[in-house]
């Protein structure tokens, strides 16, 4: 399918996922878990699940509801929220997204290995629904700051956001950000499928505070259609990904996008939150950043296509003294924006540097790296007239001294 939207206009809430997507008649079910590269790719039943599967915590998975029937899913999906306008509990899908997305996150499988199988199986998924493409286009909000905080309020510690598309002058989603980054709560989301710079970073994954997600490959190659830009935190898989469909209880469909892999990092922030609950979600944030291993084409890292490099959730699963001891504060919250927006945000507590800073990290109305690049010039611009000025004053002083004593 094309490129899902979540409301139709120029400030839409646009779906941060899917390009193409098609339903898999010809493939039986053991064939979609073998399909399933990423989780060879994270070796996720040798050193992922022997840790930890994601027991105890709550992802909130803002999207177009959640299909709770679908057989991957049976018992794994909690009453939500809706605003949409079609009144539900949250736990209906029309548009197969946003089971996509919860399958990818907590899926359980069925029978022997076959089904799709979520990062963080034993967690539990909180569907919050926001209006999507072809539903109640007279609505005048997509719902996107409501759902926020609705998930908050209901016990999410991950929200998942694969979706993207509205404005940074959308002052009430950029205060909803605010409020789950202050109630402790990591905030995930999709660069975006426009493939190039010039778009930057959608939001909301360009807030300050969110977690913003690009996509690789099966050869770990950013995909061709990941934006990017300052923002970019983290890539994850997002090509060739196998998911549970929405259509029946037993459908699957494939697609290419940001928002899968914004899925695989949400749950791998769920599969920490279990493992350390302890942890502030800076510092869940700062695990995963820390952990990521750099890009095999050997792009420079912290960088604009990267972010900090490649999700790599077994390693964020280790112990970690230098996280775990250090600032509760999210790396990520004081982050400028490229598209021209104040940086800054809520802060979580009073002192401390984050362990690592974000990338493209600058102060309030900063421009990440090019906000750096200025402050350089200026710098040196600043060195350079200062040295001029040092000796103008030299030479005026050496001629007096001439003058006085001929």
């Known amino acids: 399918m094309t490129s899902r939207r979540l409301a139709r206009g120029t400030a839409a809430l646009a779906a941060g996922a899917l390009i193409w997507s098609v339903a898999a008649p010809t493939a039986s079910a053991d064939q979609i878990r073998d399909e399933q590269w990423a989780l060879k790719t994270f070796e996720a039943e040798t050193k992922v699940w022997t840790v930890n599967q994601g027991e105890g915590v709550i992802v909130g998975v803002v999207d177009s509801g959640v299909n709770q029937d679908h057989q991957d899913l049976t018992g794994q999906v909690l009453a939500g929220g809706d605003f949409s306008g079609t009144n539900t509990d949250g736990r209906t899908d029309g548009d197969?997204?946003?089971?996509?997305?919860?399958?990818?996150?907590?899926?359980?499988?069925?029978?022997?290995?076959?089904?799709?199988?979520?990062?963080?199986?034993?967690?539990?998924?909180?569907?919050?629904?926001?209006?999507?493409?072809?539903?109640?286009?007279?609505?005048?909000?997509?719902?996107?700051?409501?759902?926020?905080?609705?998930?908050?309020?209901?016990?999410?510690?991950?929200?998942?956001?694969?979706?993207?598309?509205?404005?940074?002058?959308?002052?009430?989603?950029?205060?909803?950000?605010?409020?789950?980054?202050?109630?402790?709560?990591?905030?995930?989301?999709?660069?975006?499928?426009?493939?190039?710079?010039?778009?930057?970073?959608?939001?909301?994954?360009?807030?300050?505070?969110?977690?913003?997600?690009?996509?690789?490959?099966?050869?770990?190659?950013?995909?061709?259609?990941?934006?990017?830009?300052?923002?970019?935190?983290?890539?994850?898989?997002?090509?060739?990904?196998?998911?549970?469909?929405?259509?029946?209880?037993?459908?699957?469909?494939?697609?290419?996008?940001?928002?899968?892999?914004?899925?695989?990092?949400s749950a791998t922030a769920a599969l920490i939150r279990a493992k350390y609950p302890e942890l502030s979600a800076g510092q869940v944030i700062n695990r995963m950043i820390r952990t990521a291993t750099p890009p095999r084409d050997g792009s420079a890292v912290p960088g604009s296509r990267y972010g900090f490099g490649v999700l790599a959730p077994a390693k964020a699963l280790e112990a970690d003294p230098v996280v775990d001891g250090g600032s509760r504060v999210n790396p990520l919250v004081g982050r400028g924006e490229s598209q021209g927006a104040a940086g800054g945000g809520v802060t979580e507590e009073p002192g401390g540097e984050a362990v690592v800073p974000a990338a493209g990290a600058g102060g309030a109305g900063g421009g990440g790296w090019f906000g750096v690049g200025v402050a350089v010039g200026v710098a040196l611009w600043g060195v350079l007239v200062g040295g001029v000025v040092a000796v103008v004053v030299w030479v005026v002083r050496v001629r007096r001294r001439r003058g006085a004593g001929g």
């Open 96 to 265: 197969g997204h946003g089971t996509g997305m919860a399958s990818l996150i907590a899926g359980h499988g069925h029978g022997a290995q076959a089904g799709i199988m979520g990062l963080a199986p034993k967690a539990k998924i909180l569907p919050v629904k926001v209006r999507t493409d072809g539903e109640n286009q007279d609505l005048q909000q997509n719902g996107l700051a409501e759902a926020i905080r609705f998930a908050v309020d209901h016990g999410a510690k991950v929200v998942n956001m694969s979706v993207g598309g509205t404005s940074r002058f959308d002052s009430p989603a950029r205060e909803a950000v605010n409020y789950a980054a202050s109630k402790d709560v990591v905030l995930v989301a999709a660069t975006g499928n426009n493939g190039d710079s010039l778009s930057g970073v959608q939001y909301p994954a360009a807030f300050p505070g969110v977690v913003a997600v690009g996509a690789v490959d099966r050869q770990g190659r950013l995909w061709e259609k990941s934006s990017y830009g300052p923002e970019t935190t983290l890539v994850a898989p997002g090509a060739e990904i196998y998911r549970a469909s929405a259509k029946t209880s037993a459908g699957y469909g494939v697609g290419n996008g940001t928002s899968d892999a914004t899925a695989y990092v």
